[in-house]
Every structure is written in structure tokens, then in C-alpha cells.
């Protein structure tokens, strides 16, 4: 019932008023000319224009509202209530609107403490007399925690929050009580000993409120909780993920830090089909909890999409065929423009007739503007089936490490630092019998080479407890279940050889067991291993699709493989038997791979591609 007086009092207001002004979380201060809102609570609703819970949005249509004023307020919010505030803030001020923000001072009040000085404090004397003899240390805690505080800003800490809910820097000025250079915002405070900021909407937002007439959204059914503006938004299907401190993340934070007013959401569970799985809703909560003790800044980013919400956006990113695929119909209903990195697996089978036919429909959406691609059999599918102009293509080879170079551990040489010679096989197991990783080759390989020197070990991570049970009795051959991330700093310094004799569909689809999906198989990316490879272990990796070409040379930085277990071993005793060489291309390939791999060169290609679409909005 609140909602819907208050969605008629907003439509009058925008009706009658050239000039909005929004004095918010007024409590009893009702101030003339202005539309004071607050939610009653403590001070009651009388003389109040709207009631209503400013922490749940603010009751105005985007780029509707000239000024804002709110005076010890935002200290009432949590940290993440008070960004949000401050991007609902961002999103109803129209271009070159002001916000204007008084608050207590955390430097200020630590100062005070130091100093002995709350004695000269206006609010000591004034407002809060009963504490008047207290000692420094109770009038510290009570600046922090009384009249219902939560979160105490300084300057540095005020800016950082209006920057990241969409103001620039470069429009966020400190100001003196009660002063001003615009006339409307003179003279407003009434707690002297304040901090005071100015931030002006310098960039303007796409307008889903009531820019001349009324508005749809506003004569059907307005709800503060059913609209949602972003400048930028990530769509996934796995993030956040169990593991916390991966290559996705990792991405996901660059931009997290590059672009303000932005969100990533997770696909919910009612959204899935036949094709695509993602991660159930049940589990959410625990993901993004272990999320937050690898990021804990990024808590008020993430969420998942609310069906009954409607949502804007400059423009949408996505990564995987499934997510776009699945997501299409939601960004073309909600009119979100939008670019996607195609990489290799998530749904991109490239033998089926359906994926090709959906990339089509994808390509051809009026909402579709770029692609990113990162292998080079990728991009020459798109071009070679006619699926998207070579201008909407961007091609930007390799991905993201998840790896932290400063935990990185120095490389143990055989010989010299330990006493065997180490082969590694990791990989997670998705296919029948892990045959698209080429485990049973990896077990050949073992097998044969362990016969044949006894200094030859052996490792095996991942899922692969059912494979292993035939394996047990070779003490040259380890297992290890499914590690967190940082297992591999320590385990990867002692490997020489990284072991991935992977099957792409060219060679899966002729083999029995998988005829009857041969238009459904994935390929992976190349090379895999890098986090190995940046540890300096050397890749034996197979490339059926080309992809190295460019940019990595066999024998030179990486050792080229085939599927024939003769071979493989032929070329592990060549430089088993040659450890110098074999350091030397290791050594070689690190620096192809922190190039490739690097966080810079992966993100400031798709940053320019990505800004591009939301500098022009």
C-alpha cells in the first residue's frame, strides 16, 4: 500500500517540479523547497513528503532529480547499504546533478581521541550532554557505535564509495559547513563538526524513469525493488564457484576495479535448460562466502539475477557459448547490449548443427556488438562458416593464470635438488573414462617408462579415485585427489613435465565409445597446463586444431605430441636424457606464457573493447 501512495506522490512531484531537490533520511529536519523522505522510524511521518526505507532504493526514475542533501545519514548503512544507496543516488540524478554528503568524521573523531578534544566538540555540548564527563575512550566508542551507526567514513573512504557507485573522482569535492558554490546547497547542515562532500553525475545513464511524460514502469507497477541500473554487468553460469581463487575470478576482479556502478550476477537455477547446468541455488550462499575470504571487498558486487526484477544496463559480458546461448532471450527483453568472450568448451561444440545455428542467431541480435575469441581455430570458424563479420571479431590469444606470481616457488632441478625425474598429469575429469584428457595414454606412458627407469615418477590430480584403483601397486605412479590452488605452488616446483595428451573432437568423434555424441564434444584451450608452464614445467601437449601456430614453436618454448604412446616416450627419454635442454625450453616457455598469460595483456585489450560501449551511453 506504501508503495503504491508513494508511486503517485512521485508522479505528481515530477509533474509539478522543473527542479527535484531530495533531502534524504531528513529525520525530523524537514527543510522547504525540498522533498523530504525519510522512513519515519525514529522521528515519526509527520510533515515527511515520501515514507519510505532508503536502504531498500530510492523511490525515483533514473536522471529525474537535480539535488540531493543528506545529513548523517549514511553512517546509519553498512558498508555495502551505503554503496548501493550511493549508486541509487548516481542512477536518479540526471547529468551534472549534485549529491551532497554530510557525516561524521572518522579522522576527526580519532583525532579527538588523541588529542583530548571531544570536550570542544558541538555535539558533546549540544546534542549529546548526557555523555559529558565521560572519559575518551567511552566517547570514542559511543562516536562509533551509538545512535544506531554502522559503518564511519574519513574523506579517503567517502570517495572511494561515491567512485565506486559511478561518480568520477575528478567531480568530488570536500566543502565547508554550510558552504557551497551552488545556491541550492548553502546553508543545509546543522551538525557543524562533519565531514562534507560534493559529487557531480558527470556522465549520464540510460533513462528508464519519466524523462517528459509518464512512464510505463511507473503507471503499471513501480517498486522500489523491481528496477536495477548498471553501467556494466557480468552474467555467469559458475561464479562464484567453491574455488574461490580462480582464472575467472580473477578476470571478473580486473574489472571489478576498472569500471564503476557495475554488478556481476549469477544465472539462477530457474533459469537452466537441457543444454546448459550451472550451479545450483543451493550452494550459493557457501560459494560466495568462500568468495569473500579471497575478496571480501567485492562483497556488495555479486548477486543473482532476480526474475521479477527489471534490469538496465549499458552493456552485459558474458563468457561460453552456453551462457549467451541460455541468456539471449533475457538481454534482448531487457534491451542490454552486449559482448561475449567465446572461449573454448561451455557448449561450443563445433561439429553440431544446433550450436552453429544459435551462434547465427546470436550474431545476428540487434543487442549482439563485439566477440572475443582466444584460440586461433576459433576465430576461422567464425569466419570460415560465415557467422559474424570480421570486425566484430576480437582476437586476443590465451586467458588468465590463476596463479600468484609472488607465491610462486623456485624450480627443484633433477639432479641437482632432488634425486627423481617428474611427470605430472592434472586435469578434471568430464568425459567417459577421462578419454578427452587422454588419461589413458598419460597411464601408458607411466606404465611403459616406469619399467624402464626407476627415478621416473609419476603424479596424477584431479578426480580420477575410480581410474586409479587399477593403478595402486606402482609406487612410481602418486595420486592426489582434487587440491585448493595453492597445493600447486609447492607441487609444480618439483615437476619437470607437464603431460597432457588431450583429444579434441577430430579424434574423439571416430572412437566407438563416443559415436553416438559425435556432434557434442568441446575442445579445450591451448595450451592447457599454464599454471604448470608459469612455474616453469615443461608442457608435452597435443595441438590437433593448430592453435599453436604464431606463437609457440615445437622443440623451441613447448614439445608438440601425438596420441601414440611410443612416440611420447620416445620424446620424454630424449629429454629425460637431456635435462639441460629440457630446462632451457622450460625456461623459454615461462616467458611465453607470462607474456601471453599476463593479467595486462589479457585485460586492457577487452577493457578498450568493453568501454568503448559504456563511454558512449
Not at 91 to 110: E, F, H, S, Y
Not at 234 to 243: A, E, Q, S, T, W
Not at 338 to 343: A, E, G, M, P
Not at 540 to 554: P, R, S, Y
Request: charged letters at 25%; aromatic letters at 14%.
Amino acid at each position: 500500500m506504501q508503495n503504491q501512495l508513494n508511486r503517485i506522490k512521485v508522479i505528481n512531484i515530477l509533474r509539478k517540479n522543473k527542479m527535484i531537490k531530495l533531502n534524504l533520511g531528513c529525520g525530523n529536519d524537514i527543510k522547504t523547497g525540498w522533498i523530504n523522505i525519510d522512513s519515519g522510524e525514529h522521528f515519526g511521518e509527520k510533515n515527511l513528503d515520501i515514507i519510505v526505507d532508503l536502504s531498500q532504493g530510492i523511490p525515483f526514475p533514473e536522471n529525474s532529480v537535480d539535488y540531493i542533501f543528506n545529513e548523517h545519514f549514511i553512517e546509519h548503512l553498512t558498508r555495502e547499504e551505503g554503496i548501493l544507496f550511493l549508486q541509487e543516488a548516481f542512477r536518479v540524478l540526471k547529468t551534472n546533478g549534485i549529491i551532497r554528503i554530510a557525516c561524521p568524521d572518522l579522522d576527526l573523531i580519532i583525532n579527538d581521541y588523541l588529542t583530548d578534544s571531544f570536550k570542544t566538540r558541538e555535539w558533546l555540548n549540544k546534542i549529546a550532554v548526557a555523555y559529558k564527563g565521560k572519559s575518551n575512550c567511552e566517547l570514542l566508542n559511543i562516536s562509533m557505535r551509538d545512535w544506531g551507526h554502522k559503518y564511519i567514513y574519513n574523506k579517503d573512504e567517502l570517495i572511494q564509495c561515491l567512485k565506486l557507485a559511478g561518480f568520477d573522482e575528478r567531480t568530488i569535492t570536500p566543502q565547508q559547513f554550510k558552504e557551497s558554490e551552488r545556491k541550492e546547497l548553502k546553508n543545509l547542515e546543522t551538525r557543524e563538526d562533519s565531514l562534507i562532500l560534493e559529487a557531480v553525475k558527470c556522465s549520464d545513464s540510460r533513462v528508464v524513469g519519466i524523462p517528459n511524460s509518464e512512464n510505463k514502469i511507473f503507471t503499471n507497477k513501480f517498486s522500489l525493488k523491481k528496477q536495477e541500473h548498471y553501467n556494466f554487468i557480468i552474467i555467469d553460469d559458475y561464479f562464484p564457484n567453491p574455488h574461490a581463487n580462480t582464472w575467472r575470478a580473477e578476470e571478473f576482479h580486473e574489472y571489478l576495479k576498472n569500471i564503476p556502478n557495475m554488478k556481476i550476477f549469477r544465472i539462477p537455477e530457474s533459469f537452466h535448460n537441457k543444454f546448459m547446468r550451472g550451479l545450483p541455488d543451493k550452494n550459493y550462499h557457501d560459494h560466495l562466502a568462500s568468495y569473500l575470504k579471497y575478496r571480501p571487498e567485492n562483497n556488495c558486487f555479486i548477486s543473482r539475477i532476480d526474475p521479477d526484477k527489471q534490469y538496465t544496463s549499458n552493456l552485459a559480458y558474458l563468457l561460453f557459448f552456453n551462457n549467451i546461448s541460455l541468456m539471449l532471450p533475457w538481454l534482448e527483453k531487457n534491451k542490454i547490449p552486449f559482448v561475449f568472450c567465446l572461449y573454448p568448451g561451455g557448449g561450443f561444440f563445433p561439429e553440431s548443427t544446433r550450436v552453429r545455428l544459435e551462434l547465427k542467431n546470436i550474431f545476428s541480435s540487434a543487442m549482439f556488438k563485439e566477440v572475443i575469441v582466444t584460440q586461433n581455430y576459433t576465430k576461422n570458424y567464425l569466419l570460415e562458416n560465415n557467422l559474424c563479420c570480421a570486425d566484430k571479431i576480437n582476437f586476443i590469444y590465451g586467458g588468465f593464470s590463476q596463479l600468484d606470481p609472488n607465491k610462486i616457488v623456485k624450480k627443484k632441478l633433477c639432479g641437482k635438488d632432488k634425486n627423481t625425474f617428474d611427470i605430472c598429469f592434472v586435469a578434471h575429469k568430464y568425459s567417459i573414462h577421462g578419454v578427452k584428457k587422454g588419461f589413458d595414454i598419460f597411464i601408458e606412458v607411466a606404465e611403459k617408462l616406469s619399467k624402464q627407469f626407476g627415478d621416473i615418477h609419476f603424479h596424477i590430480v584431479g578426480n580420477w579415485e575410480k581410474e586409479m584403483k587399477t593403478h595402486q601397486e606402482n609406487p612410481n605412479i602418486h595420486f592426489y585427489p582434487i587440491q585448493p590452488i595453492d597445493f600447486f605452488y609447492e607441487f609444480y616446483s618439483h615437476m619437470d613435465i607437464l603431460l597432457s595428451p588431450n583429444r579434441s573432437f577430430k579424434s574423439l568423434k571416430y572412437r566407438k565409445e563416443y559415436l553416438p555424441y559425435a556432434d557434442n564434444i568441446e575442445f579445450d584451450g591451448f595450451p592447457l597446463g599454464i599454471d604448470a608452464g608459469y612455474c616453469g614445467v615443461a608442457l608435452f601437449v597435443t595441438d590437433e586444431l593448430e592453435n599453436a601456430q604464431g606463437f609457440f614453436g615445437n622443440e623451441r618454448d613447448i614439445v608438440l605430441i601425438d596420441h601414440d604412446v611410443d612416440n611420447i616416450c620416445t620424446k620424454i627419454t630424449n629429454y629425460y636424457n637431456n635435462k639441460k635442454e629440457l630446462y632451457l625450453l622450460s625456461e623459454q616457455q615461462r616467458d611465453k606464457i607470462k607474456f601471453y598469460f599476463n593479467t595486462n595483456t589479457q585485460i586492457l585489450p577487452r577493457l578498450r573493447i568493453i568501454k568503448k560501449y559504456i563511454d558512449k551511453v
